[in-house]
């Protein structure tokens, strides 16, 4: 295991200790017993969204944000996580992901914020390196923007992935939204209908669906929402702004519908109100996982 401090002078002088380490590192099943999974979200820094609330730096620190996960991956009941290559190699070289699942987050070259950000382009893990590494999947932005014509090479670069992954029985983890572009800015539409508009684009998305899972927001009348697909689905936590009672509130009730299984969190468990990460990551894990 490394310390935080120690990881740039292996990068410096020992490369090749993330190589070696993906080939060694201790692998699990996918979901255990339950079949749920939670998932700690790590890939929102490459995409230039670092705010929590109203912190617009909040994930600007990697030493903060990896002692952070590390806390959170310690936790009994965290399955795994989700991120870039620069975040999993850390997360590796410091012996976090032994026994985890680790999922490779695929495109972020829709940067937040820019006048291409419809334009998700695939600029981290691609099938073949998740493959290669011992990655147990990956996971796709799908922004379904009618107005702009971005979306389209984004839907065919998402379906190539989904079939390559699935071509070596790897997860596809597709977040799919409805979205628009007002005043310069895009919005994700979060209505149910818009979501269920989402869902059927992005089941639709490959050759085959067998290993697809979604990654959905937490709407309004979900049990209509979820009635509109039989693929397994985690839902992510978003940019948290409202009491983490009423969120924890949310999830519990949604995790009862039965194409559920689980959670992908990022901000709202690294970065509680009250800094106790451990504490909201056991509370997540207990809803998960009862």
Partial sequence: ???????????????????????????RD?????????????????????????????????????????????RPGVDGVLGTPDVLDDLLLMGALENKVAIGSMNRGGLQGAVFEFDDRFTAYTP???????????????????GDPATAAT???GGQAITAL??????AMVEPFLSVRDDGKVRNLLDPDSTITSIHVAAGLGATSRHTWLKLPV?????????????????LGGDPSGHPDET???????????AVRGLVV????????????????DTAAGLVHG
């Fill in 1 to 27: 295991m490394t310390d935080i401090a120690g990881l740039t002078e292996i990068r410096v002088r020992e490369p090749r200790r993330i190589v070696d380490g993906w080939a060694a590192r201790k692998r």
């Fill in 30 to 74: 996918l979901v255990g017993a339950d079949g749920r999974l939670l998932i700690v979200a790590a890939d929102h820094p490459a995409r230039a969204a670092l705010g929590v609330r109203g912190d617009r730096l909040a994930m600007a620190s990697r030493t903060a944000l990896l002692a952070r996960l590390a806390t959170a991956l310690s």
């Fill in 128 to 146: 073949g390196e998740i493959v290669a590494r011992g990655l147990d999947g990956g996971k796709m932005l799908t922004r379904i923007c009618l």
């Fill in 155 to 157: 839907l065919e670069a």
């Fill in 166 to 171: 699935a071509d070596h029985g790897l997860m």
């Fill in 219 to 235: 709407v309004d009348d979900l049990p209509r929402v979820m009635d509109a697909t039989t693929l397994p689905t985690l839902l």
């Fill in 248 to 258: 924890y509130a949310a999830w519990g009730r949604a995790l009862d519908l039965p």
């Fill in 266 to 281: 990022g901000r709202a468990l690294l970065f509680p109100p009250d800094g106790d990460v451990a504490a909201a990551v």
